[in-house]
């Protein structure tokens, strides 16, 4: 059974740092494009950032040069290094795999950021 993991959001004021991580189990993930999804409260799901299988990187506008997205496919983990957050980056933080046809999701960390 394929599973998602995620972990490391929290409470964090504006400015601070946080790394999420997001441990698969199941299968090896290493042909995957493997990507962070957040949703605030009443919003749509949106895409954050996504690492491909050789290791090239999207973002999105609003986040691009703040967070980094890496991923390990040895320990079979993505990670997403956050940094100076706002209070536009709070919300519900899912990982995703994507590939062989498949579309694999987390059960999602909170991030909160105070102002």
């Known amino acids: 059974q394929v599973q998602l993991v995620e972990s490391g959001g929290g409470l964090v004021q504006a400015g601070g740092s946080l790394r999420l991580s997001c441990a698969a189990s199941g299968r090896t993930f290493s042909g995957y494009s493997l990507g962070w999804f957040r949703q605030a409260p009443g919003k749509e799901r949106e895409f954050v950032a996504a690492?491909?299988?050789?290791?090239?990187?999207y973002y999105a506008d609003s986040v691009t040069g703040r967070f980094t997205i890496a991923r390990d496919n040895a320990k079979n983990t993505v990670y997403l290094q956050m940094n100076s957050l706002k209070s536009e980056d709070k919300g519900v933080y899912y990982c995703n795999a994507a590939g062989q046809g498949n579309n694999y999701w987390g059960q999602g960390t909170q991030v909160t950021v105070s102002s």
């Open positions: 690492i491909w299988s050789g290791n090239t990187t």
